[in-house]
């Protein structure tokens, strides 16, 4: 039985042959080590160059019992292995682009053109026939039809081969994205197609301008010269945390998780407009505007979505704790109670900061009167209550607080309070203050979230969101040192599911409105329960 093996490729008109200067050699040095014959087609009578790939059919009746198809625009890294060891020889070794972007238009379009069934076709699959292995018992697939009907998803003949290959049953070996690498990758894997064994670059002049795809070919080949023979590299992800800053605190332990756990060897790049929340945070590049640097694949993050976004709309933000809601959205799975807890660290001078305000911060109470949506900010007068209450009982009350924008910023109390700190200090300066305070009362999920790195107490005065929502994860609980003192929670108004567009409409994605003749009162505890918790916490 005749046992020789064929590299096959095709190069015809000018473009290709202008590539094929430049790969021959890594094709030649192929071939020679998988101890096959390399054959170049050239010419035919075909609708065009790309089904010059059906003369497989006859190179594999008696000249050859093995091919190895690997398409002209495609770079061979020399240290690349046999496909003809990696892929059994009843088996039809290809890469499967389906699983990486849609495609089913294309099967769905040829199974209408063509009147074909295709009963084991998912619904997904789609290959891409830039690479192949086959052998002698693949070669009915490669028998072209009479007729060749017009599609327009054709890929040239890659749709119709993949009708041909779905209709034979082949038993499929697929193989990995790193023997057909093509830049439908960079966004998904955040690695250089430099890693790849066979770089395809089919569709570059048509994604980055005419003469892209010799340019890189030229680029890459002197890479891989330098790189060699080790060709080492690392995964470059890009993480945005935007969004609230009480968003960008709790992408803290997720970001860590991702930097220890997830991608411990890659490359990471965050942007945020706090930089400072991460810089504990071994190994990361931090800033507040994209990195100066050119990738050449990177794997983008978000950690804030938006009610836009398909994640938003399946998991609002209102309904998952923040930790949980990035996690999720970053690395598709919750984190761990453990992993949860946030990290974060301020310096000498930033506990400086807060002290030059106030010496004594270590004997505060730290109340925090946030204002924002209606339904998270409180009457001025329940606020004073509140502080004239606690004070009342020998306590010394701080305020703390910032003037982000019109919806964001501090209710104006007014009242008599020990420390003063709203406006004048440092996120830094607001971390140490919190850190040393003994006690944190606010409506603002963003004290919390910087309160759960420390080991104060914490009373929670929830309204819109329920408390196992917001409070923080701290020795194994939500409640260690905290508690939530409400009359009830205002999502709970809402019945929201997916498919209540109406609820959302009304509430707002954040739950961020009122029902019609509710007001805050509804919801708030009576400043005495608040005033009472307060002592009971200081004087335990």
Known sequence: MNSKKAIVTIVSGKK???????VEPYFTAYAEKCDAELVVLKEGSVPSAHWLKFGIYTLLHKEFSRVAFIDADILIRPDTPNLFDIVPDDQF?????????????????????????LPNWNGADYYNTGVMVVSR????????????????????????????????????????????????????????RLEAFLIHYAGFDALFGEGSLLRALDRDIARWKEDGPAYQYRRQIFVWSFGGLGDVICAEPVLRFVRE????????????????????????????????KEFDAILE???????????GKIVPHSLAHPVDWISMAIMGRQLTVEQKEIHLHYSSEALDEARAVYTGIDSLVLIHPGRGWETKTFPKKWWEDVIAGIRGLGLKVGLIGKEVNEQHGYVPVDCEVDADFRDKISLKGLIALIAHAPLLITNDSVPVHIAGAFDNNIILIPSCKHPDRILPFRHGTQFYKAKALFKKIIDDDYTVTPTSMLGWQMAGWQIGKFKPGRTIEEYIPDTQEVIEEAFNVMCK
């Open 93 to 117: 070794g290809i890469f499967n682009e389906g699983y990486f972007t849609p495609r089913s238009i294309c099967l769905h379009e040829v199974k209408k053109v063509y009147n074909v069934d």
């Open 301 to 311: 993050f978000n950690t804030h979505f938006t009610s836009h976004d398909q994640f």
């Open 137 to 192: 018992c693949h070669r009915h697939i490669f028998k072209m039809m009479a007729d060749v009907k017009q599609l327009r998803n054709s890929f040239g003949e890659q749709t119709y081969l993949n009708m041909r290959i779905m209709q034979s049953g082949v038993k499929i070996f697929h193989l990995d994205y790193n023997f057909n690498r093509m830049c439908i990758m960079d966004r998904i894997t955040g690695m250089t």
């Open 261 to 292: 756990v997830g991608y411990p060897d890659a490359d990471i790049y965050v942007m945020t407009r706090n930089p400072e929340l991460y810089d504990h945070i071994p190994g990361i590049w931090l800033g507040d505007k994209y990195p100066d």
């Open 16 to 22: 290709y042959e202008e590539i094929w200067q430049r």
